[in-house]
Structure formats: structure tokens, C-alpha cells
């Protein structure tokens, strides 16, 4: 799992510093990222079939990653 796709610097890499600070400073942003990349290695483990999971689970998964995404981006603007 030395690749996993989909990591926050890869999807915001304008703002690899940014979310350091806010990390450090903002504790509900710190749990946004970090609820982000424990959910993003959960797709990651189904997906190359470490923990696979069924259809169904698997869209659940990456709707709940979209919608952090998406909240950390707002936080980024």
C-alpha cells in the first residue's frame, strides 16, 4: 500500500502547506483529515482487494470520502 490514489496532497497539491497549518491549528479540520485518509485507505484496501467488500458498501464508502472532500476544499478556499 505503498501507493494509495486519492491522497489529499495529490487532490489539493496548491495547498499541501495550507493544510498543514489548518491541521495544526483547526482541531475540526484535523479530524476531517484525518477521517479522510483512514476512509481513503479503506477504499484503497477494498479496491486492490486486501478487505474486499461488496457493491453496495464500496459506493457507501466513496460517497462518505466525496462528501469530506468536499468539505475540505471549503475550508481550503
Given amino acids: 500500500m505503498s501507493n494509495t490514489p ?9 495547498a499541501v502547506e495550507k493544510m498543514q497549518v489548518l491541521k495544526a ?3 475540526h479540520f484535523a479530524k ?11 477504499i484503497h ?4 482487494n486486501i478487505e474486499p ?4 458498501h464500496m459506493e457507501t464508502l466513496r ?3 466525496l462528501a ?3 468539505q475540505i476544499a ?3 478556499r
Fill in 25 to 27: 491549528e483547526d482541531a
Fill in 6 to 14: 486519492n491522497e489529499l496532497a495529490e487532490q489539493f497539491p496548491q
Fill in 53 to 56: 467488500t461488496d457493491d453496495f
Fill in 32 to 42: 476531517l483529515f484525518d477521517d479522510y485518509h483512514e476512509l481513503n485507505r479503506a
Fill in 68 to 70: 469530506l472532500l468536499d
Fill in 45 to 48: 484496501r477494498a479496491e486492490v
Fill in 63 to 65: 460517497k462518505q470520502r
Fill in 74 to 76: 471549503r475550508y481550503l
